[in-house]
């Protein structure tokens, strides 16, 4: 069973930083994308940065210049180094990725995986 656990989350002042870890585990295959979707409350869960394995990263408009996105595809491992963080930052992080893995008797080129999210509050 491929899982996601994060770490990192929490309280912090604005214009701090904090910095979100995400290991995959369960699939000896390495991800083709791995990222960070957020979702505030009374909103829609977005897309904040992901990896896609060849092809880079992608940012939110809303963190382009101040977080950054980082990962290491033969642990399958993925970073999010939050810094200028706003109170409009707070929300539910969750750790996202779409790895090759054997499910049952099926391989799946494309398995979806989410974790089990994590809080970051930014208020003083």
């Known amino acids: 069973q491929v899982q996601l656990v994060e770490s990192g989350g929490g309280l912090v002042q604005p214009g701090g930083s904090l910095r979100l870890s995400c290991a995959a585990s369960g699939s000896s295959f390495s991800a083709n994308a791995m990222g960070w979707y957020r979702q505030a409350p009374g909103k829609e869960r977005e897309l904040v940065a992901n990896i896609i394995s060849g092809d880079g990263t992608n940012y939110a408009d809303s963190v382009k210049g101040r977080f950054t996105i980082s990962g290491n595809n033969a642990k399958n491992t993925v970073y999010l180094q939050m810094n200028s963080l706003k109170p409009e930052d707070t929300a539910v992080y969750y750790c996202?990725?779409?790895?090759?893995?054997?499910?049952?008797?099926?391989?799946?080129?494309?398995?979806?995986?989410w974790g089990q999210g994590t809080l970051v509050t930014v208020s003083s």
């Open positions: 996202n990725a779409d790895i090759p893995a054997v499910v049952g008797d099926i391989f799946d080129r494309h398995l979806e995986v």
